[in-house]
Structures are given as structure tokens and as C-alpha cells.
């Protein structure tokens, strides 16, 4: 069975790709932030480079706007609850780091000690096709993994009412 109109079966074929869930962190010289990810994917082989979009209605974007370097961090399977909290809090009402423990990266970029699998970029380009979201490319510096469970779907997620509705667009 094939669901027929353009926004309807794009819709569900990206349903399908179902990617894995990720937080990025970023920080400048006076604020960090963190929020979900589901729109990002390897960009080059050589040199190894990483786009992230990040919601232009969340704080993470823009303090990323003002920071040299990200963190993205691979949720696992028993990651489900910080999924929920960076997708589902806004920074700009709390302090999503507050009851985290964190190491610091280049440029002071927040790693979350209970999300181990990750890698830091350097922002290398910025694309901003006017949509509600703002691809981030990055360079990758530096990256950690171990054997541990395999990654948490967006699926996995389920219902997790946004920080922010993309609607609200970035503010100045």
C-alpha cells in the first residue's frame, strides 16, 4: 500500500529512515546549551565532516551561532529519559545542564559524562536555506565510543512535546 500526496509519503519515508537520536551541546563565552537532534548525517569521508540542523526556535541555535565548536553525543537505547528532557526543556526557562555531570571540550563545549559516545566538531560552514532549521557542518577533532548498546531511534522517543515549536522562529 502506498500512501499517495507529496507531504504525506515524504513524511512517512522519512518515518522509515527512522535515524538515531542525538543531543548536541554547544557553549560560547557565556552561555551553554543542549538540545535533541533527529535531522543530521556524516557529510564527508575525507576530511570527516558531520551536519547537524538545529532548530532555529531553540536556544541551542543560537548560542551554536556564537561557538567554534559541538558536541554531538549518541543516545542508546537506555538513553530514553535524556532524550526526553533535551528535546522536551527549554534552555531559555531552565538549566538543562543543572543535574548532569559534565567534562569540557574545546572552546568549553559541554560533554555529558552519561552520553560517553560522542564526537566534538569544529563549525566549518553554516547553511541557512531560510527554513526553520540551520545546518551546522562540522569538522571532526576529536570522538570517543565503546561496545556498549546499540543507538536510540527517533521512534524510541515516541511523543516528546518540543522546548519550542518550530513555528517560533529564532530570535534576535
Known amino acids: 500500500m502506498t500512501t499517495p500526496g507529496t507531504d504525506e509519503a515524504y513524511d512517512r519515508i522519512n518515518e522509515l529512515f527512522d535515524g538515531a537520536a542525538v543531543v548536541v551541546t554547544a557553549a560560547d563565552h557565556e552561555e551553554t546549551a543542549g538540545c535533541l537532534v533527529g535531522f543530521h548525517s556524516q557529510c564527508s569521508i575525507d576530511p570527516r565532516r558531520h551536519a547537524v540542523w538545529l ?50 571540550g574545546p572552546g568549553g563545549v559541554p560533554l555529558v559524562r552519561a552520553l560517553p559516545v560522542r564526537f566534538v566538531g569544529r563549525r566549518v560552514a553554516l547553511l541557512d536555506t531560510e527554513g526553520d532549521h540551520a545546518c551546522f557542518v562540522l569538522e571532526v577533532e576529536s570522538a570517543e565510543v565503546d561496545d556498549e548498546a546499540g543507538p536510540l531511534r527517533l521512534s524510541d522517543l515516541g511523543e516528546v512535546e518540543p522546548g519550542h515549536a518550530s513555528e517560533e522562529g529564532a530570535e534576535e
Open 55 to 104: 532548530s532555529k526556535a531553540n536556544r541551542t541555535y543560537r548560542v551554536a551561532l556564537r561557538s567554534g565548536h559541538l558536541a554531538v553525543h549518541l543516545l542508546r537505547a537506555g538513553d530514553r529519559e535524556l532524550g526526553a528532557w533535551f528535546g522536551g526543556t527549554s534552555g531559555d526557562e531552565v538549566d538543562t545542564f543543572a543535574d548532569l555531570e559534565l567534562d569540557r
